[in-house]
């Protein structure tokens, strides 16, 4: 039986750009088997708080936000879980026939709805566990937000999200690159501008809908430019952050592994009052 609060998010992807045919109750299976798996592969840590890393495609939520995030944790000599769309491809019982009809680049686009109900199904499966959580995927339509901000509640978390304010130029250059770095359409993963427009427009509305449910979480905002919040606090301020963020247009003069230091010893300093550990010390 599925639970009422998955059936409204799957009958929302249903409805989203990436609508799929696997039956609701074959994914519901797919979804808690991949959630077994996942906390089967490692030793993982409890402690009941969730990263939300949110941002459209490109935007660095990936490559910038979460080796940030997993550093930071793995200072403290903690595992979390990481949940993301990228997990449940596999588990589609189609996924041979996709493989074999699509070019490598495009399966994740073959299998967005089917994954994204997985992962549904995942977060609430682990949240249900207490473990140390990442959630790799952008704040969504609030219908989306809903399941996931009542996850949260009913299992006792607290959440921190750390929110990419990216322009959508921006976002498309780094897509180029990455599927260049990656040997071109054939292997690099292509995002279709259905699916970059859906995630750049949604972004905002499940921002609101979080502002006007949400008193008590911590959120972060970032540029792909600076090495400081844009915003830091609650909810309520992080779609002004958003937008002002989205209008900044020039290039990065920072590499990604600068980026990323200067997100970690912000954060040591945000939430620590200390400096980044020196491991030679």
């Not at 039956?23 to 996942?38: H, I, L, S, Y």
């Not at 402690?47 to 660095?60: E, F, T």
């Not at 009913?154 to 976002?171: D, K, M, P």
Request: with cysteine; aromatic share 12%; hydrophobic share 40%.
């Amino acid at each position: 039986m599925i639970p009422n609060e998955l059936k409204k998010v799957f009958d929302y992807v249903g409805k989203s750009p990436w609508p799929d045919n696997v039956p609701d109750d074959v994914v519901f299976e797919c979804g808690k088997r991949a959630a077994a798996d996942m906390m089967q592969s490692g030793d993982y840590y409890s402690d009941k708080l969730i990263y939300r890393l949110a941002g459209q495609s490109g935007s660095g939520k990936t490559t910038q936000l979460l080796p940030t995030i997993m550093k930071f944790e793995q200072l403290r000599a903690r595992n979390p879980i990481t949940i993301a769309v990228r997990n449940f491809p596999i588990y589609h019982p189609d996924y041979d026939k996709i493989v074999a009809q699509f070019p490598a680049g495009e399966v994740r686009e073959k299998t967005n709805g089917f994954a994204l109900k997985c992962l549904a199904v995942a977060v609430r499966e682990i949240l249900s566990r207490g473990l140390l959580t990442v959630l790799d995927v952008t704040i969504l339509d609030p219908i989306f937000e809903e399941f996931i901000n009542g996850q949260i509640v009913e299992n006792g978390y607290t959440a921190q999200y750390h929110i990419l304010a990216v322009s959508r130029a921006q976002s498309d250059i780094f897509i180029e690159k990455r599927r260049r770095a990656a040997g071109g359409a054939e292997s690099g993963k292509i995002v279709y501008a259905k699916t970059g427009d859906y995630f750049y427009d949604i972004l905002p509305r499940g921002i609101e809908y979080l502002a006007s449910v949400d008193r008590v979480s911590n959120a972060l905002v970032w540029s792909a430019y600076d090495t400081t919040p844009l915003y830091t606090g609650h909810f309520r301020g992080v779609n002004e952050a958003l937008t002002n963020g989205r209008r900044i247009t020039r290039i990065p003069v920072l590499s990604e592994d600068e980026m990323r230091q200067a997100k970690l010893a912000f954060m040591h300093l945000y939430f620590y009052k200390i400096p980044v550990p020196d491991p030679l010390a």
